[in-house]
T-cell receptor
Framework: SQQGEEDPQALSIQEGENATMNCSYK?????LQWYRQNSGRGLVHLIL?????REKHSGRLRVTLDTSKKSSSLLITASRAADTASYFC???????????????FGKGTLLTVNP | DSGVTQTPKHLITATGQRVTLRCSPR?????VYWYQQSLDQGLQFLIQ???????AKGNILERFSAQQFPDLHSELNLSSLELGDSALYFC?????????????FGPGTRLLVL
């Protein structure tokens, strides 16, 4: 079953605009991670935020985490055409059968940045 | 480039056949994970190996099996293939930093079952 659910499923913006994607999850987590996937290619790790962190920055990326609402957001500022990709949130849920090693992905947000 | 390699990049085969996908983790990484990505199911965790031993199992079918060898490369074997097995198969290896694990994905093998 999917732990993380991204919203929206698809987002289309113009270059230079900011893009915000949201992720909701169901159970308690150790951390939440965001990955990017260019069409048909491997996933690239973007950023990890721990359950005791509320906000984290990496370059043009800003991630927030609200554990009380079980939600996270990924903000990409000053978007570029090269940011066009699918973005996935992933979590280690606490009900992963005793294993801490099952990273569970949402279905992703498809971001299109138009030049 | 994540440092994780997968071969082959593309595989076309027929129903009922058996294929083997290969993965080499990043240098120094002991864990290998296998995932299946399809349009309807999204990205699904299949199985994890750590230093040659199976560590965790996900939604892996009985027709599928995997192993990790002493040199830490891993193989995913898919048998009695069905049309629905057509998907992208990724492997990943992982590293710990500050007690948190990050996975690094290979470029994937695209399997098409005709």
């Amino acid at each position: 079953s999917q732990q993380g659910e991204e919203d929206p499923q698809a987002l289309s913006i113009q270059e230079g605009e900011n893009a915000t994607m949201n992720c909701s999850y169901k159970t308690s987590i150790n951390n939440l991670q965001w990955y990017r996937q260019n069409s048909g290619r491997g996933l690239v790790h973007l950023i990890l935020i721990r359950s005791n962190e509320r906000e984290k920055h990496s370059g043009r990326l800003r991630v927030t985490l609200d554990t009380s609402k079980k939600s996270s957001s990924l903000l990409i500022t000053a978007s570029r055409a090269a940011d066009t990709a699918s973005y996935f949130c992933a979590t280690y849920p606490s009900d992963s059968g005793g294993s801490n090693y099952k990273l569970t992905f949402g279905k992703g947000t498809l971001l299109t940045v138009n030049p | 480039d994540s440092g994780v390699t997968q071969t082959p990049k593309h595989l076309i085969t027929a129903t009922g056949q058996r294929v083997t996908l290969r993965c080499s983790p990043r240098s120094g990484d002991l864990s290998v994970y296998w995932y299946q990505q399809s349009l309807d199911q999204g990205l699904q965790f299949l199985i994890q190996y750590y230093n040659g031993e199976e560590r965790a199992k996900g939604n892996i079918l009985e027709r599928f099996s995997a192993q990790q060898f002493p040199d830490l490369h891993s193989e995913l074997n898919l048998s009695s293939l069905e049309l629905g097995d057509s998907a992208l198969y990724f492997c990943a290896s992982s590293a710990f930093s500050g007690g948190q694990e990050t996975q690094y994905f290979g470029p994937g093998t695209r399997l098409l079952v005709l």
